[in-house]
């Protein structure tokens, strides 16, 4: 993956996110260098991998008419489901190739991508590497700010520090198009492990 800095460039820099305040706004990610290539490289390519598209094209032509009070039970639905014993909606969505396919590419990642999930027109989970805690993602920044503003859009999110492990991390999310016309179709987003670019 990228190497963009030295080994004392990123402990000098690591040592800096830790003394900010945190969470750190996009605009001020002194990682959106390496961020942005990221999202253009890496994950543009996860992202129009032809399973990927099919399985967005698919979830388009059945999501198209739902309606909010539809998200919000299948959002509901899914956040019961994260404690649950028996997962339907969740076992559905990861067991697809495309959910397969994707994670495959963050354990070919190298540590880089910590989670990856792409998203339909309406925001709802098509596939994803692990579980998220919710299955609408169509109200928030990593939605709105890729596929609301178009093709080739790329949005940074805050550095954050993972309670569970203690790293700095940060999603970079991009706008998913039809390879044939051009058109938003979805978006994906993918966790950074800032330590590992």
């Known amino acids: 993956m990228l190497n963009i800095l030295s080994r004392s460039g990123r402990v000098a820099l690591m040592a800096a996110v830790v003394f900010c305040a945190l969470p750190v706004a996009a605009q001020d990610n002194e ?32 999501t198209s008419g739902y309606d909010q009070a539809k998200i919000d039970a299948l959002d509901q ?14 076992d559905a969505t990861l067991g697809t190739e495309a ?26 989970n098509v596939a994803q590497s692990t579980v998220t805690s919710d299955y609408w993602q169509g109200d928030e920044d990593k939605f709105t700010a890729s596929f609301g503003a178009g093709g080739g859009a790329v949005h940074l999110g805050e550095i954050e520090q993972d309670e569970s492990t203690q790293e700095f991390q940060s999603q970079i999310s991009i706008t998913i198009v039809d390879p044939a016309t051009g058109a938003p179709i979805g978006a994906v987003t993918a966790g950074v492990a800032l330590g590992m670019l």
């Open 99 to 124: 959910s397969k396919f994707l994670l495959a590419a963050q354990e070919g990642s190298g540590g880089v991508f910590t989670e990856i999930f792409v998203m339909d027109a309406k925001g709802l």
């Open 77 to 90: 639905q899914w956040r019961a489901e994260v404690s649950a014993d028996s997962k339907p909606l969740i």
């Open 31 to 62: 990682f959106a260098a390496p961020l942005t290539e990221l999202a253009n490289t890496s994950l543009r390519a996860i992202a129009d991998d032809p399973v990927v598209i099919a399985a967005i094209t698919a979830q388009n032509a059945m």
